[in-house]
């Protein structure tokens, strides 16, 4: 995976006296004791974080925590005091907070794109216009500027809108212009300073959708800064969590519903449903730790109630519950299935674990296998790993 940007232990701190303040972030002083003693404001200190290229990575925490702060180090819209912003530049890569002016012009026209609160539409200009504001600005010739623009439309189906202009249009739709012309820009790094959080929760949720579709066509890298969890969870594939100006956490949305770091965090997940993120994935039982019978039988659960027999491929050529011989059924597959003679149900380990609850209900909480691409019997869920995993203990 080729690394987009890196923050290497980066400091920083708004006011004038830098080196008492960095001495102080270097004791572990808090922000307030370091606005007390020196008078200056900890934007953020020992921040280190790595995005990878087509990665949505969720800068998340309350208000004042430092999430913007860190992201408008990648453009250097905010001085960074001390450490390292490494942005990938075509086939190098660039400090930002060294690196000199004119390196600085052509990364923020050509490499990094910053997006804010609610895009900001021109009214006097066209839905097309707008859209290729930013590419007009950066000298795109009209004709392919135009091509671009169009198929950007195309791409939140908008391009019948384009000859309207901004005010003609409703709230979420101007929303979505604003979304195709961050897209539009060549930049490959996109910055979002929470760029839907003043909008209404329906809106919110589409437009967190347009999002997602346009990334999974255009594969940008995002850095997003959000407050909202919900948000975090759906649209991140990454999430760093800040608290007063540090970064308490970061990992997959399931490493933060699962293994919360702290009290702070574990606040923040309170009210999230796990259900909505969890995968058979994270709450299984690996093959090696089940409990193993003779010849080559395998307990798929504590109360040993069902077994398998693996061959020697790793593939299923027996399975048993209760004692009696039984068939196995996809998880898939579970409204359609009769409920008549002795079925394990099974799934992969992307499939979502509402799933897989589904198939342990209609089975009378009976264990649920899982099996690799390749049909290989990779481990099982009984009904402890779900609670478990759904009351987080
Ligand atoms: N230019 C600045 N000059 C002085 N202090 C600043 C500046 N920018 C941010 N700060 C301070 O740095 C701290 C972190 O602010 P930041 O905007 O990064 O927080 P945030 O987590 O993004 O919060 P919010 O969600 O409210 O925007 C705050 O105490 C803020 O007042």
Redesign the pocket.
Known sequence: MTVAVDFKNVDIV??ADQAGSLAMIDQGAT?AEILEKTGN????AGASLTVHEGEISVLM??????????LRAVNRL?VVSRGQVLVKDGDRTVDVVTCDEATLRRLRQKQVAMVFQQFGLLPWRTVEENVGFGLELAGVPEAERKARVQKQLQLVHLDQWSKKYAHELSGGMQQRVGLARAFATEAPILLMD?PFSALDPLIRTKLQDELLQLQAELKKTIIF?S?DLEEALKIGSHITI?EG?RIVQTGAPEDIVLRPANDYVRDFIANVNPLSVLTAWNVMRDRRDLEQGDNGWVWLDRRKTTRFKIDEHGLVAAAERDGKPAVWVSCADVERQPEEGAQVFWANPGTPLKTVMLAMHRSQTAPVALFDEGSRFVGAIGIRDVLSAVLRR
């Open positions: 708004f006011g922000r404001v900890l934007g953020c925490g309350l208000s004042g925590s430092g999430k913007s702060t860190l905010n929470e800064v407050h800040m100006g």
